[in-house]
Each structure stands twice: as C-alpha cells, then as structure tokens.
T-cell receptor, first 115, second 111 residues
Framework: KAGVTQTPRYLIKTRGQQVTLSCSPI?????VSWYQQTPGQGLQFLFE???????NKGNFPGRFSGRQFSNSRSEMNVSTLELGDSALYLC??????????????FGPGTRLTVL | GESVGLHLPTLSVQEGDNSIINCAYS??????FIWYKQESGKGPQFIID?????DKRQGQRVTVLLNKTVKHLSLQIAATQPGDSAVYFC??????????FGAGTQVVVTP
C-alpha cells in the first residue's frame, strides 16, 4: 500500500507570495492533518480535515488555510508569505482521526523556503 | 523578535547498548501516547503507541513505559543499531487525534 505523498518536496518563494501544498493520504484514510516543523517551534499542529470539513484547528493566523477534496486529498495554502513561514510542512493521514488508536502516518513533507 | 532555536537533547549510545529516551507530557487528560522516529529529510515514522490504561507495551526491540503519576513516558530501544540514529518524538493526543509533540531527542549511535 502506498504511503502518504506530498508535492512538491521543495519550494522557494519570496515574501508576499502565496503557496499551495498538496497531500495524498493513504488509500482508505479519510482524515488528513497538517503540521509545521521548524527548529524554533518544533512540530506544531495546523489543522485537520475529515470528509471535506475542517474539524480541528491549531493556533495559526488566517493566512494558513486548507481544504479537502471528495477523494480525501488535501491542500494547504499560505498567503502573504513571511520569512518565518520557512519550515517543513508535514501531512499525516489516518482512517478517521477520532478514535484514540487511529494512528497517524506522515508523509515526507514539503520544505518551504521563503526569501 | 527572533525565536530561539530548540536545543535538542542528545543521547549518544554505543552500538549494541540499550537506549532510554525520556519524555514528560503536559496534559493529564491525554489518553493516548505515541513515539515517532524522524530521520534526516523524512517525515516522522510511527514506532509504538500506548494507551493510558496501560503502563508498559513491547514491540520489536522497543518498549514504551508510561507513568501517569508523574506524567512521564519513556522509550527503550534494545541493542541499538546505527539505523536507530534519528530524532525521537513523543506525542500525546486528545480524543480528536490532534497530536501534540514534545521537543524531541537526538539519538546518535556510535560504533
């Protein structure tokens, strides 16, 4: 079974631009969560989607948004990029995201650099 | 202002020895705990999990211990190998499955 895939793997943008990242979950998984990983803040939860609805949200500004499609694929968007948005963005999928033992499996991440 | 980078604690282990990685969690209501391993350039990889109604769980070469009294979690790796070199994260989760990660521990395996 194929794992979680994320595209692109690397991105370089300049301040003020916007960016869209894509995540394809493991087949059969309907919950997709996004995380930001930086040396300064570690791994932080952005948001979680299930059945095309945002079900949970972390403490990030409104510039960070996402969506999920009917095939469970998800995208996240960051508008008006700032230098501090440079990070590894990780996507994780699970079957439902609600049961305590519903393990989240991570993709390899998208490395975003903002210049 | 500029954020200070996280200084990851480092555990240096000789190949063949056992490793013990510790983690303190914050939420006494957390019901489920997971250990992830992250190698350079890769996403976190699931290692082992444990529910709050257990205090020990064993996998292949790994054991997780949970002490709810002091909110402490540990991961033991038996006969550490060079391929075990990575950053190890503990994570706790509430009923919605939103993972809250610890800062991580860098494990370096020396020959």
């Amino acid at each position: 079974k194929a794992g979680v895939t994320q595209t692109p793997r690397y991105l370089i943008k300049t301040r003020g631009q916007q960016v869209t990242l894509s995540c394809s979950p493991i087949s059969g998984h309907r919950s997709v969560s996004w995380y930001q990983q930086t040396p300064g803040q570690g791994l932080q939860f952005l948001f979680e989607y299930f059945s095309e609805t945002q079900r949970n949200k972390g403490n990030f500004p409104g510039r960070f948004s996402g969506r999920q499609f009917s095939n469970s694929r998800s995208e996240m968007n960051v508008s008006t990029l700032e230098l501090g948005d440079s990070a590894l963005y990780l996507c994780a999928s699970s079957f439902t995201g609600t049961r305590l033992t519903d393990t989240q499996y991570f993709g390899p991440g998208t490395r975003l650099t903002v210049l | 202002g500029e954020s200070v980078g996280l200084h990851l604690p480092t555990l240096s282990v000789q190949e063949g020895d056992n490793s013990i990685i510790n983690c303190a969690y914050s939420n006494s209501a957390s019901d489920y705990f997971i250990w992830y391993k992250q190698e350079s350039g890769k996403g976190p990889q699931f290692i082992i999990d444990i529910r709050s109604n257990m205090d020990k769980r064993q996998g292949q070469r790994v054991t997780v211990l949970l002490n709810k009294t002091v909110k402490h979690l540990s991961l033991q790796i038996a006969a550490t190998q060079p391929g075990d070199s990575a950053v190890y994260f503990c994570a706790e989760t509430d009923s919605w499955g939103k993972l809250q990660f610890g800062a991580g521990t860098q494990v370096v395996v020396t020959p």
